[in-house]
């Protein structure tokens, strides 16, 4: 117990001094020198309103046997200004980079004007980072023409390279989505066309030596200092189908999950651009192995709000797994467990957090939601029989239900869904029964497919489409990303993926694109 606390009380002093944000002015500016840039991680930002945004970065010198960083904050400054010369600079200051949070840097500058793009840098020693580009959000109730979001997820180091951000970068957007597995946790494989640099990641320094390799690869980090990242996870940036606090399946087990949970959680914030607050206040329950909330959402103007969730933090054991662990595929009939009305895969606080944003929702021209995985319900034929698989919501139907009745009783108006997880590209409509052809619809859903992981659906793709009628488009081997660009008349969404993923150099096209009108409910297919 003594030790929880002197841990605790470590790790509260490291983020009190990491949230200071000092005037450059102070001519006890740490001169520091370096054998080479720090800055290898390149630089992100995020968690943006529209008076305010977090600016990211982390320093690193590694030496032969270990890093040549000193063992107390370093003074780091950053710059924030109109133009990419800096000669026109809106803010600056010194934030310290802390030995116990991997010498990251969290910057949350405020009182910015609203719906404003602005360019950022740090430099320490002499050397100067990258420099990033990002904005603020129009006002709450400011009217916008026009949002270009783009969505991601699933970026498995050693089954491709992550080309698809540089034609992601191409496409000039607003704000990227990321909705999980940013990092995975599995030691090196034997087939990919990368390896992963150690074996499976346990531990605090595990986690953090995986982001490293991750954020090393230059596509992804251009990406991140194009514009504002929205940020989610799903498993495997812990470990593969962890629910809650229980274990998930692959790699070693340990005696400790929540610890190992909390490790990778603190790992997590370490390397994205996520205000303090998230760690400040989960700083109690991380070192249990408890809650580090990262939901939220992000108001763009009266056009639309973003909801991002976490459907993997808070969620129940899955139901009727043989082995008790993991997820499984099968005949739902067969499992009464699936319909205990108190099992939840975002937890009661997040659920009743969702029910406040939906009964604002008229507010907006459009209802965005950004979660992990597929929402609507997808069986898959086996035989006579019609099997789900139960990690994502078909294994918590009465969960998706009380979200359902959200939509309803609020009359959410042009609701969208994104989510990730499943690495193929899945486009239909959010129903209140999928068993009923004429049941009402909701909402329309687009779930995308991968940067690189790998998928083996696509043998199987027709049969399910088949037997899954609310969806009216699907693809399972294409990488890639999606493009949402919003107007108050109409969603188009376009489904970007490349020639290869696993090549360093690929082209890009258009898989398919649709097109919703606003209050239609419709999604058309343009090509």
């Known amino acids: 117990m003594n030790e929880f606390y002197k841990t605790r009380r470590d790790l509260l002093k490291a983020l009190s001094l990491a949230t200071l944000v000092l005037p450059y002015s102070r001519s006890t500016y740490a001169q520091i020198r370096f054998d080479k840039n720090p800055f290898i991680l390149g630089v992100a930002s995020g968690s943006p309103t529209d008076q305010s945004i977090v600016l990211w970065t982390r320093l690193i010198d590694d030496g032969l046997f270990s890093s040549r960083l000193p063992n107390e904050p370093i003074e780091v400054k950053w710059e924030l200004a109109q133009d990419q010369k800096f000669s026109q600079i809106i803010q600056s200051g010194l934030s310290l980079a802390v030995p116990a949070l991997a010498y990251s840097v969290h910057v949350e500058v405020n009182q910015l004007p609203a719906n404003q793009w602005f360019f950022y840098r740090f430099l320490v020693g002499g050397e100067v980072s990258s420099v990033g580009r990002t904005r603020t959000l129009p006002a709450p109730k400011q009217a916008v023409d026009h949002l270009k979001l783009a969505y991601a997820s699933c970026q498995n180091y050693e089954h491709g390279y992550f080309s698809a951000y540089q034609h992601m970068r191409a496409e000039n957007v607003d704000l990227v989505m990321f909705l999980g597995d940013y990092i995975y946790e599995y030691g090196p494989g034997r087939k990919g066309v990368r390896t992963h640099d150690s074996g499976p990641t346990i531990s605090l320094d595990d986690y953090r030596k995986r982001y490293v390799l991750y954020k090393k690869d230059e596509n992804l980090q251009a990406m991140h200092a194009a514009c504002p990242w929205l940020m989610t996870w799903d498993d495997h940036e812990v470990q593969n189908d962890y629910a ?172 969208v869904i994104f989510g990730g997880d499943v690495h193929e590209n899945w486009v239909g409509y959010i129903k209140a029964d999928y068993d009923q052809f004429d049941s009402p619809v909701l909402g329309v859903e687009f779930c995308g497919t991968s940067i690189t992981s790998i998928s083996n659906g696509a043998k199987f793709l027709d049969a399910r489409l088949a037997k899954n009628p609310h969806f009216i488009f699907a693809e399972a081997s294409k990488k890639g990303y999606g493009i949402a660009e919003f107007t108050s008349k109409a969603l188009t969404v376009t489904l970007r993926v490349v020639s290869n993923a696993q090549e360093e150099k690929t082209s890009i096209e258009t898989l398919a694109k649709f097109i919703v009108q606003s209050h239609s409910n419709k999604i058309e297919r343009l090509s």
């Open 244 to 415: 809650g606090l229980n274990a998930g399946t692959f790699g070693p087990s340990v005696s400790d999950f929540p610890a190992r949970r909390a490790a990778a959680y603190q790992a997590y914030y370490e390397h994205m651009p996520l205000r303090s607050s998230v760690l400040i206040d989960g700083v109690n329950g991380l070192m249990k192995g408890a809650e580090m909330r990262i939901y939220g959402d992000f108001q763009y103007g009266r056009l639309a709000n973003i909801c991002i969730l976490d459907d993997r933090q808070y969620r129940d054991l899955a139901a009727c797994t043989p082995s008790g662990r993991g997820s499984a595929i099968f005949d739902p009939k067969a499992c009464a467990e699936l319909n205990k009305t108190d099992r939840s895969i975002l937890g009661g606080d997040q659920e009743r957090w969702v029910a406040g944003r939906m009964s604002h929702a008229n507010q907006n021209i459009w209802n965005v939601i950004g979660q992990p995985t597929l929402y609507a319900q997808r069986y898959f034929p086996n035989g006579d029989q019609l099997l789900i698989w139960n990690d994502g919501w078909d294994g918590f139907p009465e969960a998706r239900k009380r979200m359902d009745q959200l939509f309803i009783q609020n009359k959410v108006k042009n609701l």
